[in-house]
């Protein structure tokens, strides 16, 4: 089995319309008692099998005693925390870190975890960024923040969230990152799951025909295109419209044997990723720690389906593909699950996220 511990150290000083997590503003974690926590969890970490990751999240940089976290982490949970498995790059907003006087112990603190880069998300020109996160410093903070690593000779690189902003403003994106010629760059395709944010979020997502604008632009930034156009003709609604086979129990075997679990700013520990808990387990100051690891040892793998839905309670395939027609959009998603789950919340179907 893997797992992925997500501890929610802060809050975030946007609300991205595509954020699966929730994020927005929150209280800051008290340092003593994460401390406190921390080592309450190494012992229930040892107990588990398999391969196992712990994250920070949310914008970690609001919190005002963030490098003593990253430390304390690092030296309470060394073989469990370190970004060298996460690629290397921690995804930051910019707000946060630019406007903080202790920039350079920051990077020192983030280097001692395996950091090597940063990770900024860009959803379109300054408005429609600034639109898509609800924060009108977004977009400059962005800029402002990508120059200051650069300078400081750390690797940075674009998220690029397709949606149709992205799409129509491509030149202005095209001339904002080639300021930046080291940066990678990646195109990614947001989630579909059935949250209200998510919902919203379908009035800007891409369409089928939309994607096709961005034919023969891609590669010039050093993005494969067939990596989104084989997404685009696989994951749309036209194409699983004609999946009648899906089965959810077969698909479900197929997945990962990843388990997902978020510890709250309170120390709350829950089934599930950030923002789309399940269960609550209990505390991780107040509960003892074998009765937690028990607990966390005897639950199955949450990685999709099952992490959003009673699987033995959901429609069979051809029920959903026949009551959701007619088709009058063709959105593009991320994987055929995605799409389907988009076709179960219009059916209202009940999810299982509390």
């Not at 309450?40 to 990751?53: A, F, N, R, T």
């Not at 379109?124 to 960024?129: A, I, K, S």
């Not at 067939?226 to 075997?253: G, S, T, W």
């Not at 040892?297 to 389906?305: E, F, K, Q, S, V």
């Amino acid at each position: 089995m893997k797992y992925t511990f997500e501890i929610s150290v802060s809050g975030c000083e946007t609300e991205c319309a595509h954020c699966y997590v929730g994020g927005g503003r929150a209280a800051a974690v008290s340092f003593g008692d994460y401390v406190k926590a921390i080592a309450k969890l190494s012992g229930i970490l040892d107990k588990l099998e398999g391969e196992i990751h712990v994250t920070l999240g949310n914008e970690i940089f609001t919190h005002p005693r963030i490098s003593d976290i990253i430390y304390a982490t690092r030296e309470l949970i060394p073989d469990y925390y370190s970004y060298r498995g996460l690629s290397g790059f921690i995804p930051t907003t910019g707000i946060s870190l630019v406007n903080r006087k202790d920039r350079r112990e920051l990077l020192e603190s983030v280097k001692r975890a395996d950091c090597s880069g940063f990770m900024l998300t860009l959803h379109g020109d300054r408005e429609h960024h600034n639109t898509i996160t609800q924060n009108k410093l977004s977009f400059d903070a962005v800029k402002a923040c990508a120059k200051w690593l650069c300078g400081e000779g750390l690797d940075i690189k674009f998220n690029l969230m397709l949606s149709k902003f992205l799409i129509a403003d491509w030149q202005k994106i095209h001339e904002f990152i080639a300021d930046f010629p080291g940066a990678e760059k990646k195109l990614t395709i947001p989630l579909y799951l059935p949250t209200d944010r998510l919902r919203k979020f379908q009035r800007y997502r891409a369409e089928y025909d939309d994607c096709a604008r961005l034919s023969g632009k891609l590669e010039n930034i050093g993005i494969k295109e067939e990596n989104l156009f084989d997404n685009c003709e696989r994951n749309i609604y036209a194409k699983v419209n004609d999946c009648v086979c899906f089965d959810y129990a077969e698909e479900e075997n197929k997945l990962p044997e990843w388990t997902f679990f978020n510890i709250t700013q309170a120390f709350d520990v829950f089934y599930g990723n950030a923002g789309l808990h399940t269960r609550r387990l209990g505390n991780l100051l107040y509960d003892a720690p074998d009765e937690l690891a028990q607990k966390m040892i005897t639950l199955p793998a949450n990685y999709d389906w099952s992490a959003y839905y009673d699987t033995d309670k959901l429609p069979p395939i051809e029920s959903v593909l026949r009551d959701i027609k007619p088709l009058n959009t063709n959105f593009v998603y991320s994987s055929i699950h995605d799409c389907i789950y988009s076709w179960l919340d219009g059916m209202n179907v009940p999810n299982i996220i509390l």
